[in-house]
């Protein structure tokens, strides 16, 4: 079975599907969101921090683990070790992959609105102040229940009909455009009134303001972002062929992932700042602070047009990879058909994205923790999950696979200088775990 699976063509191809999981949402609209509210500059620091320390390394464990068994997570624990209670760990992973979905399904399904405002003319005919209450308006409605079933019902599609092969195709040229347009955006804040409050917000680290939460925040954006922690990286790189270098190719994820979230930091802030809007809105940010950017562009009807359609593309792109994991699971470990396997995953996430969708309005009042059913998702599966999942697997790839597996996939078919392999090993062994537990225990009020 593992010898006839697929492998990506290209190196453009793996390039592109493991940036196309991770660039998304995560980069736009969370980052910008979970910098506002936890001091801007710290927090990008420790987001660095976590991705160069942690990320990558998880990341190459990820990879290791794929490419080493050419199965997904449960096989591949199993097939690397004979304790089947590590495996254990996919089913964690196929949770937090539900919950990200459905929560996920209605930001896209925002994106949606806002492509039809756009193309109908609506976001140009608001005035300013409106469109702030306008956001508010039309989140505490019904419109995004039928936008993230709208959007669910695109991506169920695509995970069914095994069409992705086009959609990748298509990402491949249109993700290049969005980077543009990234930066043309990026240019144009930076000669907004607010530029220079907005980007000593985003660099100028405040170190007064790191506390536990901002460390959390920081760690569970790092791995939401680089989509870690739960299975995607590994599935995906268990379609890699002998040749392709996992480092590089980890670090390059990587690098790219970030890079897109510090873009869009520096589009918003310096907005928030001309407009007077809140850095610490919340998840509302991004999409209050936009339609004021596409209004004073020349043309903004027609960036906002293309920016709404390329960021749908771009959610798109990363609900596949969170639906495969699921899936795979259906498919290969209860035996259904794909068809069904695709369907319950989709009936799960309209159930619970359409709760979801209403905790910004009808259900607001319905609250665990303090949080809503929106947040709750979003907080359980970011900062919970995914650094606990990220944390076994690196010990496990660390401590308990052969090592000769871990030296020959990172080795693949290249040279790598020993020092460096070592540098992997120890992160993996000793850095990532020791750094995700000290997190946790900051978070747990015990350090
Ligand atoms: N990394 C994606 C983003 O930043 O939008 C979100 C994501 C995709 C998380 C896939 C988890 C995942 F498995």
Redesign the pocket.
Known sequence: MSDNRVQFGTKLGVIATTVG???????IW?FPYEAGTHGGGAFLLMYIFFILVIGIPVICAEFIMGRGTRRNIFGAFRMLHSCRQWAWIGYMGIIA?IL?LSF?SVVAGWTLEYFTQSLTGGIASMDYGVRNQSFDEFSTGWRPVMWTLVFLAFNAVIVLRGVRKGIEKASNILMPILFVILILFCVNSLFMPGAREGLEFLFKPDFSKVDSSVLIGALGQAF????IG?G?MMIYSSYFSEETPLVKSAAMTASL?TLVAILAGIIIFPAVFTFDAEPAAGPKLVFEVLPDIFHQLPGGVVWSTLFFFLLFL??LT??I??SE?CVAFFCEQLGLSRKRAALLNTGIAMTLGTLCALSFGALNGFRIFGLTIFDLFDYASSNVM?PLGGMLISIFVGWFIDRNVVVAQLKGTGTIPGWFLRLVIFSLKYVAPAGIGLVFLAGLGVI
């Open positions: 999981s991770a660039v998304g949402l995560g980069n969370r992959s990200i996920y939401f972002s680089l989509s739960l995607t992932d771009a959610s990363s609900t990879s969170m994991i995914l």
